[in-house]
Nanobody, 126 residues
Framework: QVQLVESGGGLVQTGGSLRLSCAAS????????MGWFRQAPGKEREFVAA????????DYAASVKGRFTISRDNAKNTVYLQMNSLKPEDTAVYYC???????????????????WGQGTQVTVSS
């Protein structure tokens, strides 16, 4: 079992930055691909970014590529999402998730991720 707790959300102006953190508990965290998803009101939860267990591979949605950076510190059991040049359309609840079945590859489908955090709100004002 893995428990995930997100933090770092908040209100920011267009063009600003935020860094989200996802603290994981559970001795197998370091073996999992980790992802970030987001869900805006009235919309489906969508893939944002993911990183393999050793950090060797990352993947980003086209809408955030070049602005967001995912990273992890396995010694601290934490995954990060650095978000720069934020836009109003980035407003959403952001979720951290763990894919326990992938081995050194990334899957974007949310149903592939079996552990989820409770989410943290990010609001970007125009």
């Amino acid at each position: 079992q893995v428990q995930l707790v997100e933090s770092g959300g908040g209100l920011v102006q267009t063009g600003g930055s935020l860094r989200l953190s996802c603290a994981a508990s559970g001795h197998t965290y370091g073996s999992y691909t980790m992802g970030w998803f987001r869900q805006a009101p009235g919309k489906e939860r969508e893939f944002v970014a993911a990183i393999t267990r050793n950090g060797d591979n990352t993947d980003y949605a086209a809408s955030v590529k070049g602005r967001f950076t995912i990273s992890r510190d396995n010694a601290k059991n934490t995954v990060y999402l650095q978000m720069n040049s934020l836009k109003p359309e980035d407003t959403a609840v952001y979720y951290c998730a763990a894919d326990s079945r992938s081995i050194d590859y990334i899957r974007r489908a949310k149903y592939e991720y079996d552990y989820w955090g409770q989410g943290t709100q990010v609001t970007v004002s125009s």
